[in-house]
């Protein structure tokens, strides 16, 4: 079956532009995570959801940053007002169910996100 | 708080040779740990997984783990190299609280020569 697909692959913005990033998780995966990877770093926590709420926000740096997840399947991550230090690869990754430490998280390739 | 330290962001072997990687970790409960690999271009991949199980994990393409409590460490081995194993490895514990998220290390290189 698909893996979790993530669009688009690139994305070059201005800085001060708004931008959509998507998330396409495993069908069936209630669990549904968000990361950011700035060069030469591991991969960030952001925001954690299951199903359509968001039950952890805690890493999201500021109030320019939200995601939602309406129908509890596709996720989209949005920046406001971007900044050259969002530049980073966004990585979005799911997972069966709930937060258990035994489900595996099944990660995209990641956005590429310049802003320039 | 979890927390994840890789010591060594490069690491180069020779194809044939050991391979070592590693990673210390720091948690308030007893810790779920996770090795990740990331190929170019690529998703990250688990590896392996330590759930307070067997202290020694193994994982896929030859590779395994083991937990050490007294020394807070998940080192990751594998004990002949391969041109294929050239990738980014990183460490992960799971974050407090309930909702699953990862706490990743810097990542560590891994360079394989011919």
């Known amino acids: 079956g698909a893996g979790v697909s993530q669009t688009p692959s690139n994305k070059v913005t201005e800085k001060g532009k708004y931008v959509e990033l998507r998330c396409d998780p495993i069908?069936?995966?209630?669990?549904l995570y968000w990361y950011r990877q700035s060069l030469g770093q591991g991969p960030e926590f952001l925001i954690y959801?299951?199903?359509?709420?968001?039950?952890?926000d805690s890493g999201l740096p500021n109030d320019r940053f939200f995601a939602v997840r309406p129908e509890g399947s596709v996720s989209t991550l949005k920046i406001q007002r971007t900044e050259r230090g969002d530049s980073a690869v966004y990585l979005c990754?799911?997972?069966?169910?709930?937060?258990?430490?035994?489900?595996?998280?099944?990660f995209g390739p990641g956005t590429r996100l310049t802003v320039l | 708080a979890q927390s994840v330290t890789q010591l060594g962001s490069h690491v180069s072997v020779s194809e044939g040779a050991l391979v070592l990687l590693r990673c210390n970790y720091s948690?308030?409960?007893?810790?779920?740990l996770f090795w990740y690999v990331q190929y170019p271009n690529q998703g990250l991949q688990l590896l392996l997984k330590?759930?307070?199980?067997?202290?020694l994990v193994k994982g896929i393409n030859g590779f395994e783990a083991e937990f050490k409590k007294s020394e807070t460490s998940f080192h990751l081995t594998k004990p002949s190299a391969h041109m294929s194993d050239a990738a980014e490895y990183f460490c992960?514990?799971?974050?407090?609280?309930?909702?699953?998220?990862?706490?990743f290390g810097q990542g560590t290189t891994l360079q394989v020569k011919p």
């Open positions: 948690s308030s409960v007893p810790p779920y």
């Open positions: 959801f299951q199903g359509t709420g968001a039950a952890d």
């Open positions: 992960a514990v799971k974050g407090s609280g309930n909702t699953g998220k990862l706490i």
């Open positions: 990754a799911s997972s069966t169910s709930g937060p258990s430490s035994y489900n595996e998280q099944f």
């Open positions: 330590y759930t307070s199980a067997a202290t």
């Open positions: 069908s069936g995966h209630t669990a």
